[in-house]
């Protein structure tokens, strides 16, 4: 079983940065594929980014593509969520989630395990 703890949320302004942070335990991290989902007010969640359990490959969802980046420390047992040029409609509740399936998916059935979430408000 896998527990992941996501934090760094908050509340900054619009053109500001946060960094997401998700402590994984209870796997072998460097087997897990990793993703960050969010789900805003009254939507359904959504994929972020991911990536892949090596560390090398990540995929973006298009509404953060050059804003976002995710990254890892596989000897820390780590993913990050570096998110910059923040904008009003990045608000939501932001979520880790870690797959054991050998092939990556931004499909949000895909992943097995969740953290608790971490709100991230950006005001205009």
């Known amino acids: 079983q896998v527990q992941l703890v996501e934090s760094g949320g908050g509340l900054t302004q619009a053109g500001g940065s946060l960094r997401l942070s998700c402590a994984a335990s209870g796997g072998s991290f460097s087997m897990l594929h990793m993703g960050w989902f969010r789900q805003a007010p009254g939507k359904e969640r959504e994929f972020v980014a991911l990536?892949?359990?090596?560390?090398?490959?990540?995929n973006y969802a298009d509404s953060v593509k050059g804003r976002f980046t995710i990254f890892r420390d596989n000897t820390k047992n780590m993913v990050y969520l570096q998110m910059n040029s923040l904008k009003p409609e990045d608000t939501a509740v932001y979520y880790c989630?870690?797959?054991?399936?050998?092939?990556?998916?931004?499909?949000?059935?895909?992943?097995?395990?969740w953290g608790q979430g971490t709100q991230v408000t950006v005001s205009s």
């Open positions: 989630a870690a797959d054991q399936n050998p092939i990556p998916s931004i499909a949000r059935a895909q992943y097995q395990f």
């Open positions: 990536i892949r359990g090596s560390g090398v490959g990540a």
